[in-house]
Each structure stands twice: as structure tokens, then as C-alpha cells.
């Protein structure tokens, strides 16, 4: 990709879905934290009481999805919180800035939501590069054994309280 390209972010329409299905999964083949079924996850938020439309974001470059992220409804205690999973983007156009792109337009959708924190399993190299920090510095806690440098949240709003509890992310990921 040309270095003067930039990706054009925007909510993810039903058109799109099965494109978005081709590069959640191409995303995810070469991963070594994968289950391979981070395509069929994408599926069954969309379906679940958790989806927020505004927040499942693509990105495109000349008319091309290239990249996808969702962030969906979670809970600490009472408190709604943001689940940022899955974030793909294209094997060929990754280390290219969409990443960073799509999670930078979800926080400022978020925030003008009204949503306080975003919470995130993943790379302790990658995501710390958009804000992140571990989750447990807000009183969140992962509700599976997982590194404290992996498990991460961005605090979408200044103001927003610290947290204190286990984070309970929507049925759809299958954890209790």
C-alpha cells in the first residue's frame, strides 16, 4: 500500500458482512493466540443484545474493506464498559496504521456515546500504542487467569470513576 493512501473508516453495513468474515478469518490464520473462530464470534455478537451498530467499524482504501474492529457492551459490577474484540485487518496491510485507525475512531465514537472505558485482551506490544494500560490500574479485573500486562483498558472519559470488579463480557464469548 502506498504510503499516501488513507483508510476511510465507517460503520459496518449488512452488505459488508461477508467480506468482514473473509478478513476476520484471514486476520486471524497466522496468529498464535487463535482460536480460529474469531469470524464465527463477529456472527453471534452482531446477533446478541450486546452489538452496538456504531461500533463495529470497518476501514477501506480505495473502496476495499482492508480492516475491521467491534467493540460490544461488557460489565464491571453495574458499570457498562466496552469489549474491544475482535480488531482484524488484512495480513497486507497490517503494521500500516488501520489498526490503530479503527480502534482511535471507535474510542471517539465511544466517548461521544457516553462510554467510560474500553477493555481489551491482547498484544502488550501492540495495544499499549493506542493508550492502553493493564486493566487491574482501573479496578478491573479479567475474569479468566490471563497476564496483568495482557489484559488492558483505556479510559475513554477523564472523569470516569475507577472501577472495581471482575469484567463480564457478553455471552457470545462463551466465558462465565
Known sequence: MPNNKTAVIRQEQPSDY???HKIVKKAFESTEHSDGNEQELVIMLRKSEAYIPELSLVAEIDGSIVGHIMFTRAKVGDESVLALAPL???PEYQNKGIGKALISAGHHIAKKLGY???VVLGSETYYPKSGYIPASRFGIIAPFDVPDKNFM??????SAPVLCGRLKYAKAFGIE
Open 153 to 158: 483498558a483505556f479510559k475513554l472519559d477523564d
Open 116 to 118: 467510560q472505558y474500553s
Open 88 to 90: 482484524s485487518v488484512l
Open 18 to 20: 461477508k467480506i468482514i
